[in-house]
């Protein structure tokens, strides 16, 4: 009896291992942010960052949206992953290129996006979409100040390789943006 069980668990992954060989770990593509830009200045000091998404958007799934046919539905690239999830890549690109404090400060930049995706206009042309606003939050996350984010650029290519190069160039734009008007902010009386 214990024979005709082993056999059928063999089987079974024999099976299993066999259903799965068509699709190989290598055909997936894993893309992040690239490599960042380094910081033309020293970032404020006292100054943390801290980047939130929807819960949809946080994951590895690279999503993107047909806005031509139907642009309520959220689709998900089957062989294109992130590296490690949006909030992770975005946050980490956003303390090296501002130079920003990576643990507790007594000002939190709060970075809230609603969109990070591709959208596609028509099928063959789409852009990086980055939605939200920035909060500078002073001592017991007091908003200071808001930003809001808009941005959107154009993708090279009308597949997952070019919106994961597009949500990086949007995330430098991003970048960019918040350096401006962080120096432009009272961060002394963000700190007290």
Excluded at 14 to 40: E, F, K, M, N, T
Excluded at 87 to 112: D, F
Excluded at 124 to 132: H, N, P
Aim: positive net charge.
């Amino acid at each position: 009896m214990n024979a005709k069980i082993l056999l059928a668990v063999v089987a079974a992954f024999l099976v299993a291992a066999c259903a799965g060989a068509g699709r190989s770990r290598a055909d997936l593509a894993i893309y992040d942010l690239g490599p960042a830009l380094l910081p033309s200045s020293p970032g404020p000091s006292g100054v943390a960052v801290e980047v939130r998404l929807p819960v949809w958007l946080d994951g590895l799934a690279m999503n993107y949206r047909l806005n031509y046919a139907d642009p309520l539905r959220v689709h998900g690239y089957a062989q294109a992953r992130w590296a490690a999830s949006p909030v992770q890549l975005l946050q980490q690109r956003l303390r090296q290129q501002l130079a920003l404090a990576a643990t507790v400060a007594p000002c939190t930049l709060r970075v809230e996006l609603d969109d990070f995706s591709q959208s596609f206009a028509s099928p063959a042309a789409s852009a990086a979409v980055l939605r939200g606003e920035a909060l500078l939050l002073g001592k017991g996350l007091a908003p200071q100040a808001r930003l809001p984010v808009q941005i959107d650029v154009p993708a090279a290519s009308a597949d997952a390789a070019g919106g994961a190069a597009a949500l990086a160039a949007g995330a430098d734009r991003l970048a960019a943006a918040l350096a401006g008007w962080l120096r432009d902010q009272d961060l002394a009386a963000c700190r007290s």
